[in-house]
């Protein structure tokens, strides 16, 4: 137990790292249909765009470099096993080191700032900074580790409306499409659309930044209703024809990922949260003994 912590700040300063470097097998997998679809329809500037893009994950893995040089502010979802003893102060000094060792030895730009100064922390952390969501796991004897960088261009496009209940479904789906035409081209898609309903304005926030971070594509909600939003989003948005990078054609997300909670009688919260096509990401497990073992 000894080591534990010092395993977390390695397994920070690692995952903040691979993130940036690897993506995702079912981006990579969502990319190519992507390229796929534009093929099928006969849109060349599309087809260019996707070839572009998934070029750029290929070189970046034969150079063993950053797929883009937005490095984003760090996210993590720490599941912790109730069957350790864990202090969740040094837990979150030591996800701040690893991010500040990461951003330092690699090195990573850092994009940290004041936000009424904008006075630079040079560190990729700061107040607040990383963010961390931690969860527990009954009965589990290891720290499950996540981590996202997310950045700006994809985050600056994030919605927040408190519908009418009366909107219903209709209104929920057409509030989610006019942010993403609101987005255009800004979040460089193909996008990753996500989606928080329910709680209160705060959690229909938290439930969208948690799906565009760690839900893999091709998951689907497993309430019905849910998935089956998710499904009519996903064929909405690519009716939009803004395609890749805004420039037309048929894949304007990859996918549409919905999370929700219970929410009051008189409130319908919607959330939404817009990842770029490389959904970044990285996990790990720690055990224990502070051996880690990281996520192919």
Not at 79 to 100: F, Q
Not at 137 to 159: R, T, V, Y
Not at 171 to 200: H, K, M, Q, S
Not at 205 to 210: D, F, H, V, Y
């Amino acid at each position: 137990m000894s080591d534990i912590y010092a395993s977390i700040e390695e397994a920070a300063k690692e995952l903040y790292i691979r993130a940036l470097k690897d993506i995702p097998a079912d981006v990579r997998r969502a990319l190519s249909r992507g390229l796929d679809a534009e093929r099928a329809e006969g849109n060349a500037t599309a087809e260019r765009v996707m070839f572009t893009i998934l070029e750029n994950v290929k070189v970046a893995d034969e150079q063993d470099t950053l797929v883009c040089q937005d490095t984003g502010l760090p996210v993590f979802r720490v599941r912790i096993g109730t069957g350790l003893a864990i202090d969740g102060a040094m837990l979150e000094d030591r996800l701040r080191a690893g991010c500040e060792r990461a951003t330092r030895e690699y090195p990573l730009r850092s994009n940290t700032v004041h936000p009424l100064t904008r006075k630079p922390t040079h560190t990729n952390t700061g107040r607040g900074i990383p963010a961390v969501k931690i969860e527990f796991e009954p009965g589990g004897q290891s720290i499950d580790l996540a981590m996202a960088p997310k950045g700006s261009g994809s985050e600056n496009m994030s919605f927040l409306k408190m519908l009418n209940p009366a909107d219903g479904v209709p209104g929920i789906r057409r509030f989610v499409v006019e942010c993403v035409f609101d987005a255009g081209a800004r979040p460089c898609p193909p996008i990753i659309a996500d989606v928080g309903l329910g709680g209160t304005s705060d959690v229909a926030m938290r439930l969208a930044k948690e799906a565009s971070c760690f839900r893999e594509i091709g998951s689907v909600n497993p309430d019905p209703d849910a998935a089956a939003l998710e499904a009519s989003l996903l064929d909405l948005i690519n009716q939009t024809g803004l395609g890749p990078q805004g420039l037309g054609g048929a894949t304007t997300a990859l996918a549409v990922h919905v999370e929700w909670a219970h929410t009051h009688i008189s409130q319908n919260p919607v959330a939404v949260n817009i990842q770029c096509w490389r959904g970044e990401r990285a996990r790990a497990v720690i055990a224990a003994d502070g051996s880690i073992a990281y996520a192919s």
